[in-house]
């Protein structure tokens, strides 16, 4: 089964830049209809989406985030990654990778989840 870990710092300072790997297994990150996304939740509020990377390389933002967000893989690893430029202390959330095939995806539904990993920004 696909299977995804988060890692990266659990605290930031305010006007840097975050940046989380997601390290994948049981699946190639190539995987021609597979799509791979980070998902973020602040405390009280809903889930959302932030961007994703397909299997071919293509890549699509939150146009809310689309300015500050970076997403990018290392097919040799089967990695892929966030940088989250400019951070504010609303960016302070559990930060997600997530996965499944495009359709899927497109309908809102990932079937596959990393544990999240607690981001502070500091204030």
């Known amino acids: 089964q696909v299977q995804l870990q988060e890692s990266g710092p659990g605290l930031v300072t305010p006007s840097q830049t975050l940046s989380l790997t997601c390290s994948v297994s049981g699946a190639s990150i190539s995987t021609r209809d597979y799509a791979w996304s980070w998902i973020r939740q602040p405390p009280g509020k809903r889930l959302e989406w932030m961007g994703t990377?397909?299997?071919?390389?293509?890549?699509s933002y939150s146009p809310s985030l689309e300015m500050r967000t970076a997403i990018s893989r290392d097919t040799s690893k089967n990695q892929f990654f966030l940088q989250l430029s400019s951070v504010i202390p609303e960016d302070t959330a559990v930060y997600y990778c997530?996965?499944?095939?495009?359709?899927?995806?497109?309908?809102?539904?990932?079937?596959?989840w990393g544990q999240g990993t607690q981001v502070a920004v500091s204030s």
């Open positions: 997530a996965a499944g095939r495009a359709r899927s995806i497109l309908q809102g539904t990932y079937p596959f």
């Open positions: 990377v397909t299997g071919d390389g293509s890549t």
